[in-house]
Every structure is written in C-alpha cells, then in structure tokens.
C-alpha cells in the first residue's frame, strides 16, 4: 500500500524568499507523484506531476519537484516567494494498475510581507 | 466547460437527517470519486467509480452510500448524518481510457461544507 508523509503542517517564508515544501512517499511498485495547490474555499488544482522520464518536474507559478528514489521524497520548490503562492499544498501518490490516489495531510504555506 | 460542479455548497444537518450531495461533470470522464477533508487529516477517498454502474469503497466508506446511474453524475448519499461528518467533500474526475493509469490527473469540484449538528 502506498502512503504519503508531509512534514510540517505550517510553513512561513517572507516574501522572496526560498520555498521547501517535504514529501516523502511509501510505495512498492515505481510511483506516480503530484502536488496539488488548494487556494481558500476552492478545489484542489494541479502544481506538477511526476510519471516517469526526467525526474526534475516543473509545474506552473514557478514551481518544481524533485522525485528522489533513494531517498523516496518529492520534495516542492519555489525560488522566490509571491503574496499569491499563500495556499495549502497537498502531495499524492498513486501507482499503475489502481485509481486510489493517497494524499497527505496537507502543507499550509504562508508568505510574510 | 463547467468541469466539475457539486451542490450544494454549504449545507446544515441535523443528526440522524438524510440528504445527498451532488456531483455532475461535463467532461466525459468515467472515473469519479469523493473525498472528505478534515484539517490535520488531509483527504481521505469515500467512495469512487470507474464508470457507470461500477462503484467501490476507499478508505472512510462507512456512513455513505454512492450509486453512478450516467456517466456524468455520482451522488453521495448520507442515510443517517452524524456529527462525525462534519467535513467538507470534495467530488473529483479523470479520464479513464479502459487501463488502469494513476498517471491521470484529477479534476476537483469547488466543494461542499457539511455540518451535522
């Protein structure tokens, strides 16, 4: 079974700033991997994916992740903090062959003026 | 395109009430699916279908009952609410081109906030 870890529910970075956002994944067969953005009262969209091929994604905003077999991470980030990035990240996980996409628990990015 | 459209978007129970929350996508899709969010708890999946008249348990089933009647719609019903469901849902689709891939991306509805009192 697969399963997702998101260290620290609350990050802040001033604005200009570097952000890091960790995932790290559990998952027996190669993963895919996501990262969704939710902005307040909104659905989830995407940020980035990761299936196979080149294992530095880049997303939209400015966003990449890195996917990292040996260290089983997928760590998000952003080189310069925006007013606008203030949002909750999700990361996912889901393999080949199932439709059960696992999320974690969620990172609360807040950017500080 | 609406995408994915849920109804309604706030919603007041009383324990022991009934109702359904609605999901309807334009988009095709023949996967759908719900999920329940819970601060600290991330989303966890309800329920979700691979087409219709297809339908399987995800991780927290227990309380909700879903059927999938058109390609478009895939209610879910709460038979009986409970505090415990107080949450807010979220419906979401993808396309599913009759093989499996979890490469496919999931488009989320705006959702919907439950409280039971």
């Known amino acids: 079974a697969q399963s997702v870890t998101q260290l620290g529910s609350h990050v802040s970075v001033s604005e200009g700033a570097l952000v890091l956002l960790r995932c790290n994944y559990s998952?027996?067969?190669?993963?895919?991997l996501f990262w969704y953005v939710q902005y307040p009262n909104q659905g989830l969209q995407l940020l980035l994916k990761y299936t196979t091929g080149a294992t530095l994604v880049k997303g939209i905003n400015g966003f990449e992740a890195e996917f990292k077999k040996s260290e089983t991470s997928f760590h998000l980030t952003k080189p310069s903090a925006h007013m606008s990035d203030a949002a909750e990240y999700f990361c996912a996980v889901s393999t080949s062959g199932t439709y059960k996409y696992i999320f974690g628990t969620g990172t609360r990015l807040k950017v500080l003026a | 395109n609406a995408g994915v459209t849920q109804t309604p978007k706030f919603q007041v129970l009383k324990t022991g009430q009934s109702m359904t929350l609605q999901c309807a996508q334009d988009m095709n899709h023949e996967y759908m699916s719900w999920y329940r969010q819970d601060p600290g708890m991330g989303l966890r999946l309800i329920h979700y279908?691979?087409?219709?008249?297809?339908?399987d348990q995800g991780e927290v089933p227990n309380g909700y009952n879903v059927s999938r009647s058109t390609t478009e719609d895939f209610p879910l019903r709460l038979l009986s609410a409970a505090p415990s469901q107080t949450s807010v849902y979220f419906c979401a689709s993808t396309p599913y081109s009759g093989t499996i891939s979890g490469a496919n991306v999931l488009t989320f509805g705006a959702g919907s906030r439950l409280t039971v009192l």
């Open positions: 998952s027996s067969v190669p993963p895919y």
């Open positions: 279908s691979v087409g219709a008249g297809i339908t």
